[in-house]
């Protein structure tokens, strides 16, 4: 779906706004790839936070990795079987922490609905929803609205992102539309400039900035940013996806 290219997206873009005041957790527990996704060898992953107690914020800040652009980041961790000691009520504590001393707090969530990602969801002012224009996809997400609503989260405001679109797929956005009963909030259009920038390490906002798809990109930033302002208190953005 491409949820974590538009994750580290968003927070580059922010990063931009606030080098020092934004943050982005991998909490893909088990297959992150966050740090992969923005050329960095991290010391210290999730699995070092959030698998006893978290640290206090002085010893959390030495755990984090901090891209060039200023970007704090907090990697995924670095095998299935380390995912499996990750303690769910941390991450909550973690997002707390977090919260407190960013302004802006990026997650990275797997898909579907772990408890990691109920924790999150938890702290979520903005939720960006990532889908493709497939029916498996299109199909997923209706799924994962009517369970938001089943479970009575709260009314995040919502954005729904369709990712890579292609005229010649055969579905188009006012079908998609129409089975998810929500209007996308952004069309990103398929671009071989993404891939690459993905596998340079590079947030595409960043290589190429007048690009269509970071222009875009950065309408979508301009929803939720800045959040301190809009909403008096900072705030937390969870990228999620259905398969």
């Known amino acids: 779906m491409g949820k974590t290219t538009v994750a580290t997206n968003i927070a580059a873009s922010l990063a931009e706004k606030s080098p020092q005041g934004t943050v982005i957790v991998d909490l893909d527990v088990q297959f992150g790839d966050v740090a992969a996704a923005l050329d960095l060898e991290p010391t210290y ?7 006893t107690a978290v640290p206090d914020l002085i010893g959390l800040k030495a755990l984090l990795t901090q891209h060039p652009s200023g970007l704090q980041v907090v990697a995924g961790v670095r095998s299935p079987a380390e995912a499996d000691r990750i303690d769910p009520r941390l991450v909550g504590e973690l997002l707390q922490v977090l919260r407190r001393e960013f302004r802006y707090v990026v997650v990275d969530s797997a898909p579907g609905m772990s408890e990691e990602t109920l924790t999150a ?17 299109i199909r997923g997400l209706r799924k994962e609205l009517d369970l938001l609503e089943e479970l009575g989260l709260p009314p995040h405001t919502r954005h729904i992102v369709i990712n ?13 539309e129409a089975t998810l009963k929500h209007n996308a909030d952004i069309v990103l259009p398929r671009s071989p400039r993404v891939a690459r920038s993905t596998n340079q390490g590079t947030p595409l906002v960043s290589l190429h900035p007048r ?13 939720f940013a800045p959040l301190a302002s809009r909403r008096g208190r900072r705030g937390t953005s969870r ?5």
Do not use: C, E, N, Y
């Open 45 to 51: 992953t999730l699995g070092d936070v959030a698998t």
């Open 121 to 137: 969801l938890d702290h979520t002012t903005d939720l960006v929803l990532v889908t493709t224009l497939d029916v498996p996809g």
């Open 164 to 176: 890579m679109f292609d005229r010649t797929g055969g579905i188009s956005v006012t079908d998609a």
């Open 211 to 223: 690009d269509k798809v970071s222009q875009d990109l950065q309408s979508l930033v301009s929803r």
């Open 239 to 243: 990228i999620w996806s259905k398969p």
